[in-house]
């Protein structure tokens, strides 16, 4: 049951991250022209970085956590 609980985590730090590339990715092209920059789309690019931004790091507290946790556990026996 911990390692499906880890590997959400890990779940969550690589969509994060995912989520923030590809927002970084197309404000890039909007700023360069490639794409149509408009008020609704960079709020939805804002959007998606800080969406990633909250779930990686969501992430990586619980991942971290787990393995405190997991770390007392071992040291109490």
Do not use: C, D, P
Request: charged letters at 20%; zero cysteines; glycine letters at 6%.
């Amino acid at each position: 049951m911990a390692k499906l609980s880890l590997e959400k985590e890990k779940l969550e730090i690589v969509s994060g991250f995912l989520l923030m590339f590809l927002s970084f990715s197309l404000t890039f092209l909007a700023v360069i022209k490639a794409v149509e920059s408009n008020i609704t789309l960079m709020f939805l690019f804002y959007s998606m970085s800080l969406i990633g931004l909250i779930v990686g790091l969501h992430g990586l507290y619980t991942l971290i956590l787990a393995k405190r946790l997991s770390e007392e556990h071992q040291t109490r026996r």
